[in-house]
């Protein structure tokens, strides 16, 4: 049996276009917090804009006999800053040059015509 398809929940992000930033709403909360361990945590609550979100993610395939008793922001800086910068290499397209082997793997696949031996 195929799963459902996951339905359009991107209209529930506070920001669509980034849906790895928070509302302001939790980003001030999450400011308001102490740092441990290199991160910051606040608790999400239904009265914060990611509710919505979370709820409808956990509603398309939810487990049987589970329920959602917390949901916390786990905010790190670091780690943020890490993934923003990697956004664009991460979009560029995938390259995999043609590499003739010895011994390894087949240096072509079906309908593909044999490399050239560099002896």
Not at 63 to 83: E, G, K, W
Request: proline share 13%.
């Amino acid at each position: 049996m195929d799963p459902a398809p996951m339905p359009s929940i991107r209209q529930f992000l506070p920001n669509p276009e980034t849906p790895w930033l928070v509302s302001p709403q939790v980003f001030q909360k999450i400011q308001a917090t102490g740092i441990t361990n290199g991160y910051k945590k606040c608790p999400i609550t239904s009265n914060d804009p990611e509710w919505a979100f979370i709820l409808r993610y956990f509603e398309w395939k939810k487990p049987t006999n589970r329920c959602i008793r917390a949901v916390h922001c786990i905010h790190s800086p670091n780690a943020t800053q890490n993934f923003q910068s990697n956004i664009p290499t991460s979009e560029k397209p995938c390259f995999f040059p043609k590499v003739a082997t010895r011994g390894g793997f087949p240096s072509q696949t079906k309908g593909e015509p044999a490399l050239e031996s560099d002896d």
